[in-house]
């Protein structure tokens, strides 16, 4: 059983919790999974990154 992990930023929450099916999903499944939390982590640095820029 996974325990739940808390960051403090509900969209990296979110995103990890999506990965707790991975347990229990066929190896094959793995990579699709991945790629979509990744893609959402990069979005929301990118937000962090444009909201801590001067002039943006």
Do not use: N
């Not at 930023?9 to 099916?21: E, F, K, T, Y």
């Not at 991975?22 to 190896?27: A, G, Q």
């Not at 982590?41 to 909201?51: C, E, H, K």
């Amino acid at each position: 059983m996974s325990e739940t992990i808390s960051t403090g930023d509900p969209r990296v929450d979110a995103v990890l919790a999506s990965l707790a099916p991975l347990e229990t999903s066929p190896v094959s499944e793995h990579v699709a999974v991945f790629e979509t939390a990744i893609a959402q982590l990069r979005s929301t640095l990118d937000d962090a990154g444009a909201s801590a820029t001067p002039g943006r």
